[in-house]
């Protein structure tokens, strides 16, 4: 449907003022996006209005230092079940007990042991830090000794 010189008089008129463009829409008949691309092409332009945001917005450090200060215990329970399920799953793929002595009676006492010189990184640090999988590749250069017999095998007595 063209555009008659009246629509386009009222078009310059009106849109640039505060008038909703609904009601520009009911008096020259036309849709809300043809008008809106009849204005593009015109070069007019509306008045941009103020929005309901808030001027200064809280850098996300803040916020989660707030988050954290309100639900500490909650996060602090995260993590921690966090890297219990990650160290649980990397000594299953591990065999889940000790390659020397057998022990496997505390999850706890059992550590990984880097017996070749290919370390990346401490499998403690990533349990900590990093994704899953970082971790499984490091624990899969490992061996799994209990805590005792990882001592022995640093100072020398045994591996």
Known sequence: MRWSKEDIG?????????ISLENISKQINKTIESIQHKAVRMKIHRPRFLSHKPRKRQP????????????KEKVYRRKMNRRKRLKEEAVKISGG????????????????HHSQKNKENNV????????????????????????????????????
């Open 60 to 71: 996300r450090k803040l916020i989660d230092r707030r988050y954290y200060e309100k639900n």
């Open 124 to 159: 403690s640090s990533l349990l900590k830090n990093e994704s899953r999988q970082k971790l499984l590749k490091e624990a899969g250069k490992c061996i799994l000794l209990c805590a005792n017999c990882h001592r022995e095998a640093h100072h020398g007595s045994v591996v």
């Open 97 to 112: 007990k000790c390659k020397i002595c057998g022990y496997n009676k505390c999850i706890s006492a059992l550590e990984f």
């Open 10 to 18: 009222f078009l310059k008129e009106n849109y640039p003022k505060n």
